[in-house]
């Protein structure tokens, strides 16, 4: 459950202390967080005095970790006082785990006084306030560390498997899903601010030098939450399953402690090279929302007969009569948090930055460029182009795992063409598709391609391997179709400098066009995903862009398009 400081004032102290109980401990905080001391919470008094203490006597505390403490920011000037010792400790209400902020051997002022706090939602922490031993306040804080992110970020882990452990970690991961996890060893439904994640097993080989390449397992999610706090749950939430499944990979602790298993997942994180998010800012608690919104206006709809043969504004301000009267309802009427102003000012500087450096080198560009044409056509007509279709038996399995929801997860893997001027060339390619993804086709486009929900890019092996992982919408087929059709040039772009891609010409032209050859390449490449989540399954990216503009139409001029969405 994702719940906000403003649903918390609202709450009994009945409610805040099932609330509490229910909690797990979470993360300690780190830096700034806000505070808000919560005076006779669900009361019209909850509000006006949070507001005053806020501006007159205590906004919050500032975390410091490599310390272990914290000091409380008081006063209309923010001054930071009044230290305490911040550790994990068993809770003085129910005997569990929880944050402990102990003021006793700190601080003369405060020294009867013991806080206690656990995190409620991602970044928004529950305290309770002790004087002695008697329980007098409740309060929040909030992290920016741990919050939900501005953005979407992706997170991908790879990490060598045991040799001879192959096939009992595929066991494992066969006992998660077919296809679907079923949330069994490791609960992804229960993680917070996770769109899609998946688990891939990929075989021990050998590369096109004849070198070995060891089996890896990849975790891969695509998250509103920071990485750091990710990890942080899964260990917290999954620390037995992670043993199980992280067991069979070389350097996992035996008896791992939740420091060694964060540790441990820190040290096996690999960067994208590049990241594609179908609608920036759009996080999974809104989109969930906005379903759940669509399918109470349907029912409140099919019930009012009477409304079908009214105009478009007597429709929607029935519509909307009915939403301000359902209190589970009213978040409907504002608009979604936007990006905020940091990230925005962030990637503007990333958009600018890169397009400045372009310019300037530009002259050295296009002196080059001649001789990476010559050297382009020179590898194009050289590379080897087998036309090789993938064993039944592995088709079979593919198939097995594709079609249980709306979505599919997609996993390719392939090996980067021999040499240099191949791998630089995937290099720059990559970099490019990550700038375009970020600053152009960034609103549910990629480059008229609607049913891509996430993708990625990731460079294996010392960049002798690339993988390629999506989350889409429909069959395989009609995925494969849409490329060819829509972007056949940016499938060549990137694949035509994999190992066995039908061969292209100046690195846009033919390579897909040989539709045939094109799907046994990408069949033969594919990698079984046993274990993915999809936080939405029954939701395509044209349902999640009707809801939200359904969402968008209470608080403008009603239009046709969206009676129709209706």
């Known amino acids: 459950m994702v719940v906000d400081v403003p649903q918390l004032l609202e709450m ?18 780190v830096g700034k967080t806000k505070g808000a001391v919560l005076v006779a919470p669900g009361t019209d008094v909850a509000w ?20 272990g403490d914290l000091l409380n920011v008081i006063l209309p000037f923010g001054v930071k006082a009044v230290r305490a010792k911040v550790y994990k400790d068993a809770s003085w209400l129910d005997q569990k785990e929880t944050i402990v902020l102990d003021y006793s051997k700190t601080s003369r002022i405060a020294r009867k006084i013991r806080d206690e706090i656990r995190e409620v939602s991602p970044g928004v922490y529950l305290g ?22 501005p953005h979407q970020v992706a997170l991908t882990l790879v990490a060598q498997v045991r040799s001879g452990e192959v096939e009992s970690l595929k066991e494992l991961l066969e006992t998660m899903g077919g296809g679907i996890a079923n949330g069994s060893v490791v609960d992804l439904g229960a993680l917070d601010g996770v769109h899609f994640a998946r688990f891939v097993v990929l075989d021990e080989t050998t590369d096109l030098r004849g070198d070995p390449l060891p089996a890896s397992l990849l975790y891969m999610c695509d998250l509103d939450v920071s990485r750091e706090r990710h990890l942080g749950e899964l260990v917290d939430r999954a620390g037995e399953g992670l043993d199980r499944i992280f067991g069979h990979c070389e350097g996992y602790p035996e008896k791992a402690t939740r420091e060694q298993r964060l540790d441990y997942l820190r040290r096996h994180r690999v960067k994208e090279q590049a990241f594609y998010v179908n609608t920036v800012g759009r996080t999974r608690r809104q989109i969930r929302r906005e379903a759940q919104l669509r399918n109470r206006l349907e029912d409140f709809l099919d019930g009012a007969d009477d409304l079908r043969r009214k ?40 958009l600018v930055g890169v397009a400045l450096l372009t310019l300037v080198l530009l002259p050295l560009l296009l002196l080059a460029a001649p001789l990476f044409l010559i050297l382009l056509r020179r590898h194009e007509r050289r590379d080897q182009a087998p036309h090789v279709k993938a064993p039944p038996g592995l088709v079979q399995e593919l198939a097995s795992l594709e079609d249980h929801l709306v979505h599919n997860p997609f996993s390719a893997l392939g090996f980067v063409k021999p040499g240099f001027f191949r791998r630089m060339t995937l290099t720059g390619v990559l970099f490019a598709i990550n700038y375009v993804t970020r600053h152009v ?31 889409y919408d429909g069959s395989l087929e009609s995925y494969m179709d849409d490329f060819i059709d829509k972007i056949a040039w940016g499938l060549n772009i990137v694949f035509s400098n994999g190992y066995g891609y039908p061969r292209a010409r100046w690195l846009i032209a033919d390579g897909c066009r040989d539709e045939l050859a094109f ?7 594919q ?36 009676l129709r969405a209706l």
């Open 441 to 471: 086709f960034n609103r549910g486009n990629l480059a008229g391609v609607k049913t891509i929900h996430f993708a990625r890019w990731v460079f294996l092996d010392d960049k002798r391997r690339v993988i390629f992982a999506s989350n």
């Open 519 to 525: 799907k046994d390449y990408l069949r033969l490449h």
């Open 128 to 149: 309770l306030v002790y004087w002695g031993r008697n329980r007098i306040l409740h309060f929040t804080l909030t992290s920016k560390s741990g919050a939900f992110v």
């Open 48 to 67: 006006p005095a949070k507001r005053l203490i806020y501006f007159l006597v205590w906004r919050g505390k500032v975390f410091d970790p490599q310390k």
């Open 527 to 562: 990698v079984p995903t046993r274990v993915w989540y999809s936080a939405y399954g029954q939701l395509s990216a044209a349902n999640v862009k009707n809801n939200e503009r359904i969402r968008a139409g209470l608080t403008r001029e009603p239009t046709e398009d969206w």
């Open 311 to 350: 105009d478009g504004r007597t429709v929607r301000r029935a519509v909307c009569d009915h939403v301000e009267a359902d209190p589970s309802l009213s978040w409907a009427l504002k608009p979604p948090e936007g990006l905020d102003l940091g990230f925005r000012l962030r990637e503007l500087a990333h």
């Open 12 to 29: 009994s102290e009945d409610e805040l202390d099932t609330l509490f109980r229910s909690s797990g401990a979470g993360e300690i905080p």
